[in-house]
């Protein structure tokens, strides 16, 4: 089973920046595309960035031009960065990556546990 642990999260002041990583770990043969969600109480989870194998990158609209999502195959490891940091993105974040095959056939997704982010103003 893909275990995936976030790293990274905690209080940044408002205007701020924080990076995060998460690391897969566990019986894969390789990962597919790896992403960034977050979730506040109350409201459904969104997409932050979500990155390919070929570092093809896409970004949710509430933190595009402010986010920077990268990866390292070799590590098998997942990276966002954030700046500009707001009270309104203070939210649990979640890693996810995709399971593929050696011949790229998508068969699972995976969830770390979450890192808590909280913005103060």
């Known amino acids: 089973q893909v275990q995936l642990v976030e790293s990274g999260g905690g209080v940044v002041q408002a205007g701020g920046s924080l990076s995060l990583s998460c690391a897969a770990s566990?019986?894969?043969?390789?990962?597919?595309?790896m992403g960034w969600y977050r979730q506040a109480p109350g409201k459904q989870r969104e997409l932050v960035g979500v990155?390919?194998?070929?570092?093809?990158?896409n970004y949710g609209d509430s933190v595009k031009g402010r986010s920077t999502v990268s990866r390292d195959n070799a590590k098998n490891t997942v990276y966002l960065q954030m700046n500009s940091l707001k009270p309104e993105d203070t939210a649990m974040y979640y890693c996810?990556?995709?399971?593929?095959?050696?011949?790229?056939?998508?068969?699972?997704?995976?969830w770390g546990q979450g890192t808590q982010v909280t913005v103060s103003s």
């Open positions: 566990g019986s894969i043969f390789r990962l597919g595309a």
């Open positions: 990155i390919t194998r070929g570092s093809t990158t």
């Open positions: 996810n990556a995709d399971e593929i095959t050696g011949s790229g056939v998508r068969v699972g997704s995976h």
